[in-house]
């Protein structure tokens, strides 16, 4: 039986863009995903030149990333100087959103309009309106939809949630997450869109998602959460940046009644815990992910201690490890879109639309109370 083929218009062309694109072209066999085929059939710049030099660097991709160019995953590919000719591309069955995240809500709702499927980079809009805006338009327009969360659909993610679920590690108490570094920020113009407020720069927006997703994916989905109630927000914090006056770095502490607490935390100014960048208190002994947390390759099971008592428990260390396939590790969710579009979904079950709006009404109450200059920065729903 012949692989789906799903055809990808690209939109915005910097460093995420050639990191997703270039995953598209590793053969899929590799990942055990014979079941589906990307073909990118589109690039959307600011200049016919940009889109072209972007697509002119695809084409001379070598080691994994070769087997696409190899076997027509580039062939006919048009490159745009504007992104409307993207949309209205016959060719193009899903856009990809790589442009900044003060762009993707009218980025998406351009596709959207122009009857496109979606898969737009996180954090998935500005806030939380305008995530509703574009939950409510892909439902009218009947198309599929997701925030592009590669992490969730990581071999190790599946292999997590299992033993945690699975009690073997006994109830579980609380998780820790953290993504820092030092991203030296007396060395940037205030102009960086890190740096800038009017793009919604900042720690919280750009690495708060990553804490957050292992929080959902641990906490949120866990079987104790019958419900899938959301968390209460007990507590956050931001340190402002003085210079520009966004935030350096955010704290958060989310409670899910009936399962535990996260912890989390996100940093520019220093490099987290390379060793635990989550750590997940479990009544028997902790599970502990090695960096990076976007995606991590190995855990540990970590006993509390010595104790002969407790035979049959965790008495020893144990050390995993799910290496991703070759590439950066974003095609397992351009694989999620494939199928879910072959199947006619129009949202993704391991990464719902509803997840992405309670990630945003979160990121958006910290925020709200932090006190930076990015505090009453609006989207353009309505718009």
């Given at each position: ?254 409670e899910w009644d009936g399962v535990g ?77 494939a199928r879910c579009i072959q199947a ?40």
């Amino acid at each position: 039986m012949s692989p789906f083929t799903l055809r990808w218009g690209i939109i915005s062309t910097g460093n995420i863009a050639n990191t997703f694109c270039k995953d598209l072209l590793v053969d899929p066999s590799t990942r055990k995903a014979d079941d589906v085929f990307h073909k990118i059939t589109a690039i959307g710049s600011r200049s016919v030149n940009s889109a072209q030099s972007f697509l002119n660097n695809l084409n001379s991709s070598q080691d994994h990333f070769r087997w696409g160019v190899s076997n027509g995953a580039l062939d006919g590919c048009s490159a745009y100087g504007n992104y409307d000719q993207v949309y209205n591309d016959p060719n193009v069955d899903v856009v990809y959103i790589a442009a900044p995240h003060t762009l993707h809500h009218k980025n998406c709702k351009d596709a959207l309009k122009a009857g496109k499927n979606v898969l737009c980079e996180k954090p998935f809009t500005l806030d939380a309106e305008e995530a509703e805006e574009l939950i409510g338009l892909a439902r009218e327009k009947g198309l599929f939809m997701m925030e592009a969360v590669w992490t969730r659909f990581q071999p190790i993610t599946y292999a997590i949630q299992e033993i945690i679920a699975s009690g073997r590690l006994g109830k579980l108490k609380r998780i820790t997450a953290d993504n820092s570094l030092d991203f030296k920020l007396d060395d940037r113009v205030e102009s960086h869109r890190m740096l800038d407020p009017a793009l919604g720069g900042g720690a919280l927006l750009d690495l708060g998602p990553y804490p957050l997703v292992w929080a959902l994916l641990i906490l949120h989905h866990h079987p104790n959460n019958v419900d899938r109630s959301s968390p209460k927000i007990l507590n956050s914090y931001q340190t402002i940046y003085g210079r520009t006056g966004v935030d350096s770095a955010s704290r958060m502490l989310l409670e899910w009644d009936g399962v535990g607490q996260a912890d989390l935390r996100c940093d520019l100014t220093c490099h987290g815990y390379m060793d635990g960048v989550v750590i997940v208190t479990c009544e028997e002994g902790d599970l502990v992910v090695v960096a990076p947390p976007s995606k991590p390759q190995t855990f540990h099971i970590i006993p509390h201690g010595p104790d002969p008592s407790r035979q049959g428990k965790v008495i020893e260390k144990e050390t995993h490890h799910y290496p991703l396939s070759p590439g950066h590790g974003m095609a397992y969710e351009a694989d999620e879109v494939a199928r879910c579009i072959q199947a006619n979904k129009k949202e993704s079950d391991r990464m719902p639309l509803e997840e992405s709006l309670m990630v945003m009404r979160i990121l958006d109450e910290v925020r709200r109370n932090g006190g930076t200059k990015t505090k009453d920065l609006r989207g353009t729903a309505g718009q």
